[in-house]
């Protein structure tokens, strides 16, 4: 009988141990659930993302600042896709590079710059 009951509440005591396994806070620990299969090569996904979309990116720096869960990116980017462009539209071309990724986040932090124009070029 007490393996039964052990048993029937296994679903409950494995839910409630993956919601205490991310963190103290349990919204917080709900996002990260989500994300921390993946975010060993979140990173990653998002650079070549970026690069393929945006071939002119002369400097890109990803970083999850979600403390390790992968729920929240903040993204460094100097192109020359951006030169002559608000920095709205700028933002708007980095946000819809990367839509479906950013559909599974929870947050994201956009800083861009339009690569500088050599004399030479």
Same mark, same amino acid.
């Given at each position: 009988?007490? %393996?039964?009951?052990?048993?029937?509440?296994?679903?409950? %005591?494995? %839910?409630? =141990?993956? &919601?205490? &396994?991310?963190?103290?806070?349990?919204?917080? =620990?709900?996002?990260?659930?989500?994300?921390?299969?993946?975010?060993?090569?979140?990173?990653?996904?998002?650079?070549?993302?970026?690069?393929?979309?945006?071939?002119?990116?002369? *400097?890109?720096?990803?970083?999850?600042? =979600?403390?390790?869960? $992968?729920?929240? *990116?903040?993204? =460094?980017?100097?192109?020359?896709?951006?030169? $002559?462009?608000?920095?709205?539209?700028?933002? %708007?071309?980095?946000?819809?590079?990367?839509?479906?990724?950013?559909?599974?986040?929870? $947050?994201?932090?956009?800083?861009? &710059? &339009?690569?500088?124009?050599?004399?030479?070029?």
């Amino acid at each position: 009988m007490f %393996r039964q009951l052990i048993r029937a509440l296994e679903p409950v %005591r494995n %839910r409630l =141990s993956r &919601a205490v &396994a991310g963190s103290s806070n349990g919204a917080a =620990s709900s996002e990260c659930n989500n994300f921390e299969r993946n975010s060993q090569t979140k990173e990653q996904q998002l650079s070549s993302t970026l690069k393929r979309a945006l071939p002119g990116i002369t *400097y890109i720096s990803i970083e999850d600042i =979600s403390g390790g869960c $992968g729920a929240m *990116y903040e993204i =460094s980017i100097e192109a020359k896709e951006f030169r $002559g462009l608000s920095t709205v539209k700028q933002h %708007r071309l980095v946000t819809n590079s990367l839509k479906n990724e950013i559909a599974e986040m929870h $947050g994201i932090r956009i800083h861009t &710059a &339009a690569t500088k124009v050599d004399d030479n070029t």
